[in-house]
Antibody, heavy 124, light 111 residues
C-alpha cells in the first residue's frame, strides 16, 4: 500500500525559504520508472505542478518557478524534500506530494497516489 | 506555460450524463496520450479517475470514461450520482520540461 505524507511549517514570512518534506512508504524511489512530484493549490484555485524527481535523480521544474525551486530525495529515508525560495503571499497554498509512474520514454503518465496535503500560509 | 482550459461548471440530474472538456495545444494534450483526470471533494486530496486518456484505475466505477480528439480531451460521467459532485481537473504531459500541465478545473453539480 502506497502512502505519502507532507510535513513542514504552516506559516512562513515573506522572503523566507520554505522547506517541505514528503515521507512515503509502499514503494522505492530507486525503482526504475518511478517518481515523486510536488503540486500546489491556492485556496479556491486550480492545481499547479511544481517539481518532479525521477528514480535516477533526474529533476524537472515548472518553467515559471524554476529559479525558486529545488527538489531532492533521500532514498534511505524514503523522503523527498522541496525548497522554495523567496516566498510571497501569493504562494499561500496547500502543497501536495504525489507518486507517479512514467511512460515508456520517461513521460509523466499520472499522479496515482497523493498525500493529504499541507496548507502553507505566507504572511508577515 | 498555460493551463489547460476547462469549463468552470457543469451540471446534471441524477442518472444523467455530463461531459467535461479539456482543451490544450499540440504541445500537450494533442501531442501525447498522457491525459489524466482527477476528482477532488472539498477539503480532500485529488483522486485519480482516468489515466492515459481512457484507462480507469482499479476501483473507479465504469461510469467514468475518457476520450481525446485533437487538442481536446473529455471526461464523461454517466449515470450521475450524488457523490460525483466535486471539482474535476485534467492534466497532460507537456514535454520533458513541462511535465504536468493542469486544467483550470470544473465544478460538477448534481441537481
Amino acid at each position: 500500500q502506497i502512502t505519502l505524507k507532507e510535513s513542514g511549517p504552516t506559516l512562513v514570512k515573506p522572503t523566507q525559504t520554505l522547506t517541505l518534506t514528503c515521507t512515503f512508504s509502499g514503494f522505492s524511489l530507486s525503482a526504475s520508472g518511478v517518481g515523486v512530484a510536488w503540486i500546489r493549490q491556492p485556496p479556491g484555485k486550480a492545481l499547479e505542478w511544481l517539481a518532479f524527481i525521477y528514480w535516477d535523480d533526474d529533476k524537472r521544474y515548472s518553467p515559471s518557478l524554476k529559479s525558486r525551486l529545488t527538489i531532492t530525495k533521500d532514498t534511505s529515508k524514503n523522503q523527498v524534500v522541496l525548497t522554495m525560495a523567496n516566498m510571497d503571499p501569493v504562494d499561500t497554498a496547500t502543497y501536495y506530494c504525489a507518486h507517479s509512474l512514467l511512460g515508456m520514454f520517461g513521460e509523466l503518465s499520472e499522479f496515482d497516489y497523493w498525500g493529504q496535503g499541507t496548507l502553507v500560509t505566507v504572511s508577515s | 506555460q498555460s493551463a489547460l482550459t476547462q469549463p468552470p461548471s457543469a451540471s446534471g440530474s441524477p442518472g444523467q450524463s455530463v461531459t467535461i472538456s479539456c482543451t490544450g495545444t499540440s504541445s500537450d494534450v494533442g501531442g501525447y496520450n498522457y491525459v489524466s483526470w482527477y476528482q477532488q471533494h472539498p477539503g480532500k486530496a485529488p483522486k485519480l479517475m482516468i489515466y492515459e486518456v481512457t484507462k480507469r484505475p482499479s476501483g473507479v466505477p465504469d461510469r467514468f470514461s475518457g476520450s481525446k480528439s485533437g487538442n481536446t480531451a473529455s471526461l464523461t460521467v454517466s449515470g450521475l450520482q450524488a457523490e460525483d459532485e466535486a471539482d474535476y481537473y485534467c492534466c497532460s504531459y507537456g514535454g520533458s520540461n513541462n511535465l504536468g500541465v493542469f486544467g483550470t478545473g470544473t465544478k460538477v453539480t448534481v441537481l
